[in-house]
């Protein structure tokens, strides 16, 4: 055990006789560069705030961050050794990574596009800043107990820039329908994870490792997970919905959160008896895996069509294809994406996130040319819509796996004790916690 432990130690940064070890160092620099730069270019917003608005607001921002903090936290507890880190760093990154959207996407939305000379915070900036945490766990889940805590803050903090350019080109330039981040939020976050595996996952860290799976008690919580996700999904694709800057005027914000709200709540009817459908189909019995993750896939895939006017039954339709896609997924492309090019996806982000992502991206490209006239109001790009989707996928999934692959790079390069962490060392929290012992994380089986 004390060899275990100072290898933790070395991995996390250092030698525990020293006062400061990597990984307190990294997080207190990037701790005092935020604090600086909130202090130089931020201010609150001089706007009137109304207490109408406020409680709206927070209410949309308090079901993100439940969906940020304790959704995808539970979610991923699954791992049965890991469930301290998976629940521990995913509050700790998001943090991080909220504090630092604040900053970047704020000097993006305001400094860059309108000129400002400082960032003016507001709750729907606190809300859209939730968003990019929201892509940054998604990246978290392709790479799950095969990094340690200081790579992970390193790739996560720079996911943060790419995230807020893209979704500036995408949504701003090139005005691509994605009010509930189908394609900027999940689409970017699994892409750019799953390229940072490709780079920082070891040999030996894939399906078959003994500590890469579940007991009935994590199946548990991580179900947990599932069901805040799965009641909160439709205030994720509708929280910015009614914020006059979000969407064009004459297009009637009340009205187009209500399409949000009923959309994504009859995909995601749609979706989670798909998936228990199609688990039976396939396996003879119910896969817990497919029930946490594919139930949820119809919130993704409705979210860049969420606030048009369409068919409900088109809405449940969108839920249904993305249940079964995700479980197939999950079924037959994971393990063959991991035997042919070595693509080792902790959390099946791919299925979940990644192919509904861009399903979603599709899906508001037909609508805009099936329903057009009854959403011309919110398609800047007019009759033109449906190929301004396509270049917004495009865009995005060069942005994220381009991006994601130079990442990882970089943190693997700047942290060379990577190879120190062996394979018998991952998917483990004892590593990294000194509440779990080694006994705890030992297999029966050995």
């Known amino acids: 055990m004390a060899s275990e432990n100072g290898l933790a130690s070395s991995l996390l940064g250092g030698n525990r006789p020293k006062s400061r ?28 705030q109304s207490d109408d608005d ?13 969906m940020i903090f304790v959704g995808f936290g539970f979610l991923m507890t699954f791992l049965e050794h890991y469930s301290y880190s998976a629940l521990g760093l995913n509050f700790f990154c998001s943090c991080i990574v909220i504090l630092e959207a604040l900053l970047v996407i704020g000097a993006v939305q305001q400094m860059w596009i309108k000129g400002h000379k400082k960032i003016w915070l507001d709750l729907p900036l606190m809300i859209d800043s939730a968003f990019c ?99 909160f999904w439709p205030s994720f694709n509708g929280a910015l919905a009614s914020d006059p800057a979000a969407i064009m005027p004459e297009a009637g914000g009340g009205q187009r959160q209500f399409f949000c709200v009923m959309n994504t709540i009859l995909a995601l009817l749609g979706a989670a008896i798909a998936a228990f459908a199609s688990s039976a189909a396939f396996n003879g019995k119910f896969n817990m895996v497919h029930i946490q993750n594919a139930t949820l896939a119809g919130g993704v895939a409705i979210g860049s069509a969420a606030n048009l006017s369409f068919s409900p039954a088109g809405a449940v339709a969108v839920g249904v294809i993305a249940g079964i896609l995700s479980t197939m997924g999950f079924r037959h492309l994971t393990p063959m994406l991991e035997s042919r090019i070595g693509l080792r996806d902790t959390c099946g982000v791919h299925n979940l996130h990644g192919m509904p992502g861009l399903l979603g991206g599709l899906t508001a490209a037909l609508i805009s040319v099936t329903s057009y006239g009854s959403n011309k109001g919110v398609m ?9 989707q396509i270049f917004g996928i495009l865009v995005t999934l060069g942005m994220a796996i381009g991006g994601g ?36 994380t030992v297999p029966s089986s050995l």
Do not use: C
Request: glycine residues 6%.
């Open 21 to 48: 070890n990597l990984f307190a160092t990294s997080t207190s620099a990037i701790l005092a560069v935020l604090l600086v730069l909130l202090a130089v270019f931020t201010k609150y917003t001089e706007k009137h």
């Open 54 to 66: 406020v409680q709206r607001f927070y209410t949309w921002y308090l079901h993100v961050a439940i």
């Open 133 to 231: 945490a929201g892509a940054a766990m998604i990246t978290f889940g392709a790479i799950l107990g095969k990094v340690s805590p200081t790579q992970l803050t390193y790739l996560l903090v720079l996911e943060v820039p790419l995230y807020a350019i893209n979704q500036h080109l995408v949504v701003d330039k090139l005005n691509a329908l994605d009010v509930g981040g189908s394609i900027t939020i999940h689409a970017f976050g699994a892409y750019y994870g799953l390229a940072a595996s490709m780079v920082l996952s070891i040999s030996g860290s894939g399906a078959d490792h003994h500590k890469n799976g579940a007991s009935y008690t994590s199946d548990m919580t991580a179900m947990i997970g599932t069901i805040f996700l799965w009641l």
């Open 380 to 388: 800047p790009a007019g009759h033109h819509q449906a190929v301004y």
């Open 405 to 440: 692959l130079l990442a990882a790079t970089a943190v693997k390069t700047v942290t060379p004790s990577l190879h120190k962490l062996q394979a018998e060392h991952l998917f483990d929290d004892s590593m990294w916690w000194d509440e779990i012992e080694e006994e705890e």
